[in-house]
């Protein structure tokens, strides 16, 4: 039992570049997020998704892309990558007044 | 002002000692109130998980929820090394899917 799977680890992006972090689940849970955690900032919310085929912005959107197409499934996409996007980015799910439960994060790194 | 207030620490402590972390939050609507434990390079693990106001424990430790003053403290007993992470309160709202609004975190140094 994996719980929440993100990949890559790490990765070193140039500027204008795209990407896509992945995020998957076997925890057959409904909702699922999207964070990045800067210094100072704590944890923001960038887009989330109550189901397959249901997404909506949160606080920080601008520049990112989600989709979900199945339950386990969430990747998060780099249009054109920006030095302001370098973070530590964690994907969370959880299922309705239950906690989050996080992956280990994907460190990128913009230059 | 934050939503959620918490000091940032770091917060230093002797092993075997009384830890208190504290968060402060403006939202009255808040229902459910979680902290999380990071280590450095991980990802936050859910440690308590409460609802409304009162206390929780689970082994050396203590959720504390006072709603009327919007005060939530963990409080951790016997302090060990391995307790050394960073400590995020999140309080929400209920019902379907709520944003957790997160803390900045509170970083504690437990010293052999």
């Known amino acids: 039992n994996a719980g929440v799977t993100q990949t890559p680890k790490f990765q070193v992006l140039k500027t204008g570049q795209s990407m896509t972090l992945q995020c998957a689940q076997d925890m057959n849970h409904e909702y699922m997020s999207w964070y990045r955690q800067d210094p100072g900032m704590g944890l923001r919310l960038i887009h989330y998704s109550v189901g397959a085929g249901i997404t909506d912005q949160g606080e920080v959107p601008n520049g990112y892309n989600v989709s979900r197409s199945t339950t386990e499934d969430f990747p998060l996409r780099l249009l054109s990558a920006a030095p302001s996007q370098t973070s530590v980015y964690f994907c969370a799910t959880s299922d309705s007044n239950q906690p989050q439960h996080f992956g280990d994060g994907t460190r990128l790194s913009i230059l | ?112």
């Open chain 2, 1 to 112: 002002q934050k939503e959620v207030e918490q000091d940032p620490g770091p917060l230093s402590v002797p092993e075997g000692a009384i830890v208190s972390l504290n968060c402060t939050y403006s939202n009255s609507a808040f229902q459910y109130f979680m902290w999380y434990r990071q280590y450095s390079r991980k990802g936050p693990e859910l440690l308590m998980y409460t609802y409304s106001s009162g206390n929780k424990e689970d082994g050396r430790f203590t959720a504390q929820v006072d709603k009327s003053s919007k005060y939530i403290s963990l409080f951790i007993r016997d302090s060990q090394p391995s307790d050394s992470a960073t400590y995020l309160c999140a309080p929400r709202d209920s019902g379907g899917y709520q944003k957790v609004t997160f803390g900045i975190g509170t970083k504690l140094q437990v010293i052999p």
